[in-house]
C-alpha cells in the first residue's frame, strides 16, 4: 500500500538507497504518496521490498489523483457513489469551498488518468520474480489521500475515511498491521488489472456523450420550471432517474474494439496474476501478518479465512479464463442449456446495441453457439461458504 519513512535533504539530493529505509509506512505518513513515488523513484539500486513499496504507492496515487479530481469540480457525489463505478462509489467527504463547474468529459478523464497510473504500479510490480524476498510492513492508519492538494494530512483524507468502508473495516482496526511479501505482489498487480480493464471497459462505451446528453436536458427542464422541482419523483430520486439514463444511452453505439481488446487483455493478465499469486501463497510456510493467508496460516485481517477458500476461489477463476477464452459461453435466455454467448467472438467484433437489443437478443445473435455454458457452480460454491459476506471477500480476493 503506502510506505515513507522520514527522508533528509540530503537524501533527497544524492540519491541514497531507499532500500536502506525499511519502514515504508512512516514513509507514507511522513512523506504522502506522491512525495514517496518520487522517492522510491529515485532509488538507484532497488531491492523488491522497494518495488513493491513503489508499485502499492503508484497504486494509491490512483485513487489519491481521482479523489483530487472529484474535490476540485462540482459533482453529484450521490450519483457517483450510486453508480458503483471504481474511483466513483469511494467516499469523498471534503468540501471544496469554490469548485470548479462540471463538464461531461471528466468522467472518461478520471478513468483514462486511471489507466495510465495503473500501468505504473504494473510495470514496478512485475519486476518481482517468485525467487525475490519482498517484506513490507504497513500500518492502514499511516495511509492518507491528499484530496485538497494542500500537502498535508486534513480530517476526511485517512485511510479509514475512504478505503476502509470497502473492506467493512471499523475504527476498531486502526491498529491493524499488514506485512506484504512477495505473493502479494501478483496480487496486486492482478488488482491493477481488473481496475484498468474496468476502466477500458468504461472507456469503450461513449460516457461524455451520454452525460452530456442528460445533463443538458435536466438543465433544459429547470430552466422551464424557473429552478429544481424536487429531488424525487414518488419514491425515486431524480438523480437516480438521470443516472440510469446515462448508463442506457452510454451502451448505444458500437464499443470501440479497441479499448474493449485492451480490457480483455488487463481481464486475462488479472486471472494470470491470481493464479500466480496463489501458487506463491500455497508455498509459503511462514505466518506473519499475512494479508491474505493460504490454509495454514492466519490473515492479519480482522475476518476470518475459510481453510479452503484459496481453492474455491481458483476454481471460480478458472472459470472466468474460460469464460474470457470463448471455451465457456454466457448463458442466455432465448437459448436452450447447451448454447450461450462467446465472449471473445464479442470482444473481437463488437456490434451495434442498445438495451433493447441487449435483452430481446438481436444484439448478441452472431455470437451464439452450442458448447459448455457457465453455470456459476464455483460462484455458488463461495456463497455457501461465506454467506451474506461474500460479495466483501470477492472484493479483498479480486
Not at 469511494?90 to 470548479?100: E, S
Not at 419514491?235 to 448508463?247: G, K, Q
Not at 494479508?291 to 496460516?297: D, Y
Request: charged share 15%.
Amino acid at each position: 500500500m503506502r510506505y515513507f519513512p522520514l527522508i533528509t535533504v540530503a537524501c533527497l539530493f544524492v540519491g541514497t538507497s531507499a532500500a536502506a529505509q525499511t519502514d515504508y509506512s512512516v514513509l507514507l505518513r511522513e512523506q504522502g504518496l506522491a512525495k514517496t513515488v518520487a522517492t522510491l523513484q529515485s532509488d538507484y539500486a532497488p531491492t523488491a521490498s522497494d518495488a513493491f513499496a513503489l508499485g502499492g504507492a503508484q497504486f494509491l496515487l490512483t485513487v489519491e489523483h481521482a479523489l483530487q479530481t472529484r474535490y476540485a469540480t462540482a459533482f453529484n457525489e450521490d450519483m457517483l457513489t450510486d453508480s458503483g463505478l471504481p474511483f466513483l462509489r469511494v467516499p469523498q467527504n471534503l468540501i471544496n469551498p469554490a469548485p470548479a463547474p462540471f463538464e461531461p468529459d471528466i468522467i472518461a478523464d478520471i478513468f483514462a488518468t486511471a489507466i495510465t497510473d495503473l500501468s505504473g504500479a504494473i510495470t514496478s510490480l512485475n519486476t518481482i520474480p517468485d525467487t525475490a524476498s519482498v517484506s513490507v510492513k504497513i500500518k492502514p492508519a499511516d495511509i492518507w489521500f491528499d484530496i485538497n492538494t494542500n500537502g498535508t494530512q486534513d480530517d476526511g483524507e485517512g485511510f479509514y475515511d475512504i478505503v476502509a468502508p470497502q473492506l467493512n473495516l471499523s475504527a476498531d482496526a486502526r491498529d491493524l498491521l499488514i506485512q506484504f511479501d512477495t505473493a502479494d505482489a501478483a496480487w496486486l498487480s492482478a488488482y491493477a488489472h481488473i481496475l484498468s480493464g474496468m476502466s477500458e471497459t468504461i472507456l469503450s462505451v461513449d460516457p461524455t456523450s451520454a452525460i452530456t446528453r442528460v445533463t443538458q436536458s435536466a438543465q433544459a427542464f429547470d430552466t422551464f420550471n424557473a429552478g429544481p422541482q424536487g429531488e424525487f419523483v414518488g419514491f425515486i430520486d431524480v438523480s437516480f432517474i438521470d443516472l440510469i439514463t446515462m448508463f442506457i444511452l452510454a451502451i448505444e453505439g458500437t464499443p470501440d474494439a479497441t479499448r474493449l481488446g485492451a480490457a480483455h487483455m488487463h481481464f486475462q493478465s488479472m486471472i494470470a496474476d491470481n493464479k500466480t499469486f496463489w501458487t506463491r501463497v500455497a508455498a509459503e510456510t511462514d505466518n506473519k501478518l499475512e494479508w491474505i493467508p493460504n490454509a495454514n496460516q492466519q490473515s492479519a485481517l480482522p475476518i476470518p479465512f475459510p481453510r479452503q477458500i484459496g481453492e474455491v476461489w481458483r476454481d471460480i477463476l478458472a472459470d472466468g479464463e474460460a469464460i474470457l477464452s470463448g471455451d465457456l459461453l454466457i448463458p442466455h435466455w432465448r437459448l436452450g442449456p447447451d448454447a450461450g454467448i462467446n465472449l471473445l467472438k464479442f470482444v473481437q467484433n463488437p456490434p451495434d446495441i442498445n438495451l433493447i437489443s441487449l435483452i430481446q437478443g438481436e444484439a448478441v445473435l452472431p455470437y451464439v453457439q452450442h458448447g459448455n455454458v457457465a453455470e456459476m457452480r464455483s460462484w455458488r460454491t463461495f456463497e455457501r461458504m461465506l454467506g451474506e459476506n461474500a460479495p466483501l471477500y470477492a472484493v479483498i480476493l479480486n
